[in-house]
């Protein structure tokens, strides 16, 4: 079965610095995807950054990006120039790709247990 | 704007009496899931729907059920809710089958 583990439960960081969340997963499968989602407090998860697995290139959006290191199963988040806006509970979570013959099991996403930011100014 | 919605955001139930929660879209999505977040934890798939084919997970207790009487709404239903059934019940489409989840604002249940 697989796993998704984020071992830091708090984390937190000075605004306009830069953070790194941790993240590790473990499968078997070699076609899956990582994302990280961000649920700010009493407001809905929202997509920060996604990852194929078949992609060797690391995913960027705007300040957020990942360090996916594939033979390591770590798959972590570096938020750069911290806005206070940031602070929110992230989650690192997995999901198989897709294959017609899977069914529902590709659908399913797999979250890891969080990790909650706060933002200093 | 497109979006997913659910309702109410919070709900106050007895133990043992039958509740339901809502979830809509205006984004058009085939799939529909519904995850159960309990406090602290990581959110947990209970079930989605790929168009009108129901998918439930093996370990979604038998008390939860759900409807999805047409593409834009897609209904909870806890048939006996007990305390430990207290959570944030979170709603979520994608496009179709492997694609990206958009979630809603989700519904925080407690359970008296």
Redesign the interface.
């Known amino acids: 079965a697989q796993t998704?583990t984020q071992s830091q439960p708090e984390m937190s960081v000075q605004e306009a610095e830069t953070v790194t969340l941790g993240c590790t997963y473990d499968t078997s499968e070699s076609d899956y995807y990582l994302?990280w989602?961000k649920q700010p407090p009493s407001?809905?998860?929202?997509?920060v950054i996604?990852q194929e697995a078949y992609k060797q290139q690391n995913a960027t959006e705007n300040r957020f990006s990942v360090n996916f290191q594939k033979a390591a199963k770590s798959f972590s988040l570096k938020i750069s120039d911290s806005q206070l806006g940031d602070a929110a509970m992230y989650?690192c979570a997995y999901?198989r790709?897709?294959r017609p013959n899977y069914?529902?099991a590709?659908?399913?996403?797999i979250?890891?247990?969080?990790t909650l930011l706060a933002v200093q100014p | 704007d497109a979006m997913?919605i659910q309702n109410p955001r919070y709900q106050v139930t007895q133990f043992g009496k039958p509740v339901t929660l809502s979830c809509s879209q205006t984004l058009n999505h085939n799939?529909m899931?519904w995850?159960q977040q309990k406090s602290?934890?990581?959110?947990?798939?209970l079930f989605?729907y790929?168009d009108k084919d129901f998918?439930n997970?093996a370990d979604t207790p038998d008390n939860f059920q759900s409807r999805r009487p047409n593409t834009s709404f897609c209904f909870l239903d806890i048939r006996s809710p007990g305390l430990g059934d207290a959570a944030m019940y979170?709603c979520a489409t994608?496009r179709t089958?492997?694609e990206?989840?958009?979630?809603?604002?989700?519904t925080r249940l407690l359970v008296l």
Do not use: C, D, W
């Open positions: 998704v994302f989602y407001r809905q998860m929202i997509l996604r989650f999901r790709g897709f069914g529902g590709t659908n399913k996403l979250f890891g247990t969080g | 997913v799939v899931y995850y602290s934890q990581a959110p947990k798939l989605h790929y998918n997970e979170l994608s089958r492997g990206t989840q958009y979630f809603g604002p989700g």
